[in-house]
């Protein structure tokens, strides 16, 4: 068994201003995207300048949409007792599924003003994707929320405010799967040449498939039913149509 280390919050303080970790962890998952998109985009159309309006885009998507998915997928009973809940941005709960699809709306408008095919610019920004991901874990976990179910295995952790019971650290599980690791193979994959909306669909369909095998450990929200359907949890469920469109992208005829 592991006790969770005693990690302040908080970043640090100036005057009336403080700087959290979790805002931190997004700041550097941003950054982190920026770089690596700016490293493979290098004697390409991607400029530096290009990509950094398509963050700035993103940015705003995961924002609005992570915050509305949340209120909606996880909490709808908000909504009628208090509907601008859906814009309180600095409250707690985000959603990735809901950062997800307010991403994909951003850059559809993007498109439209820059003129570049939808699916060529998601196919070169997916590979950037999992830093983001893995810092917003990294926060997950310096916050002690969205931890795992109780576990007997060595290396539970007894998180704060989660009882004496040691559990998952599926915070890190995520990190290390969803972030370094998908990274690491959607950089490999992308590196040849692949017909239009392949990495998108590798995407899609590995951070599916990583998502739904980490929720059978990771306990599910406290305001959840436990199960939604049988056995699966709200992130399984939101997850498997990632995977019924990744496998469609990925094994669709090549088209011009």
């Not at 056995?231 to 669709?252: A, E, H, K, N």
Request: a positive charge.
């Amino acid at each position: 068994m592991i006790v969770y280390p005693d990690i302040d919050p908080v970043a640090f303080s100036i005057g009336s201003l403080t700087v959290r970790w979790y805002g931190l962890c997004y700041l550097f998952g941003f950054l982190g995207c920026y770089w690596l998109s700016v490293v493979r985009g290098r004697g390409t159309e991607w400029t530096a300048q290009k990509l950094a309006d398509v963050l700035f885009y993103v940015a705003v998507g995961i924002i609005l949409g992570g915050r509305i998915g949340y209120i909606l997928f996880y909490q709808p009973g908000m909504i009628l007792s208090n509907p601008l809940t859906l814009l309180a941005f600095w409250e707690p709960g985000r959603s990735f599924h809901g950062g997800m699809l307010g991403v994909f709306c951003a850059l559809l408008f993007y498109v439209k003003f820059d003129g570049v095919q939808f699916i060529r610019l998601t196919d070169f920004i997916a590979p950037s994707i999992p830093i983001g991901l893995g810092f917003g874990r990294l926060g997950n976990f310096i916050n002690g929320e969205l931890y795992g179910r109780v576990t007997t295995m060595p290396w539970g952790m007894v998180f704060p405010h989660a009882g004496p019971e040691p559990r998952h650290p599926s915070q890190l599980y995520e990190l290390g799967l969803e972030g370094f690791v998908l990274c690491l193979f959607l950089v490999w994959y992308a590196r040849k040449p692949r017909k239009l909306g392949a990495v998108s669909g590798m995407f899609l369909l590995m951070y599916g498939i990583i998502r739904c095998l980490i929720e059978f450990v990771r306990e599910p929200d406290y305001h959840q039913n436990a199960e939604l359907v049988q056995y699966l949890t709200m992130g399984q469920l939101l997850s498997l149509p990632m995977i019924v469109l990744g496998l469609y992208m990925l094994f669709r005829p090549a088209r011009n």
